[in-house]
């Protein structure tokens, strides 16, 4: 069977690739709007599925990955930031805070019809930033393609005090559903996936702490 991820993201592209497992990129052709009436955690989901449906529609016979990642800041929304000083105004709100990182993960199977759906959650704490050190952070460019205007595997681990939670799935997908699915559809998995996650050796994971819970 063939395996396509849905999305163009370097992220998710090296994050599906840990496994192992052969598999080719497409770009979703899924339009991302924001419903009002869905929880954050409805919206990860939702347009996860909506961009796995949209590869899937014209590739028969495949398993398609898609995934979508956002914060949230109580019941509130946040995605990635207009411009940079939109940039610095998200980071002042998430200073000194706990927000949700939310990532939906969808799996559809174009053979049997059948699609899986999971979502992670990451609670992130982040330090209290001066204005200054925002300022310079936004200056480094990491911010515009980001929710929540940051990145926790860049330069932006240096603004969390700690997370609990899967750090791959901040980062933009969920390695051991993924696995579990693609093993359940006799798909030969040979990363151990649990030795991955005992070494922490990608990308800042192990420069930012786990926060107990």
Excluded: C
């Excluded at 090296?14 to 709007?33: N, S, W």
């Excluded at 990860?44 to 495949?62: F, I, N, Q, W, Y």
């Amino acid at each position: 069977m063939r395996i396509i991820l849905a999305s163009t993201s370097p992220r998710r592209h090296d994050i599906l690739a840990l496994l192992g497992v052969p598999f080719e990129v497409r770009r979703p052709d899924f339009r991302e709007t924001t419903r009002e009436d869905l929880t954050p955690e409805a919206q990860a989901l939702e347009l996860a599925l909506g961009k796995a449906r949209s590869v899937a529609s014209g590739e028969p016979d495949t398993l398609v990955v898609g995934g979508d990642t956002l914060i949230a800041l109580g019941d509130e929304k946040i995605g990635k930031p207009e411009d940079p000083g939109h940039a610095a105004s998200i980071l002042r709100r998430l200073s000194g805070r706990t927000h949700r990182i939310l990532t939906g993960m969808a799996m559809v199977n174009r053979a049997t019809g059948r699609e899986f759906t999971h979502l992670e959650r990451v609670d992130v704490r982040m330090r209290p930033s001066t204005d200054a050190e925002i300022a310079d952070y936004v200056a480094r460019g990491e911010s515009m393609d980001k929710a929540g205007a940051y990145s926790i595997q860049g330069e932006g681990h240096r603004l969390i005090e700690g997370f609990r939670g899967d750090y791959l799935a901040a980062v933009g997908l969920p390695l051991r559903p993924i696995a579990q699915i693609l093993r359940s559809l006799d798909a030969e998995v040979p990363e151990d996936i649990e030795r991955l996650y005992r070494e922490q050796s990608l990308w800042t994971w192990s420069q930012v702490s786990m926060t107990p819970g």
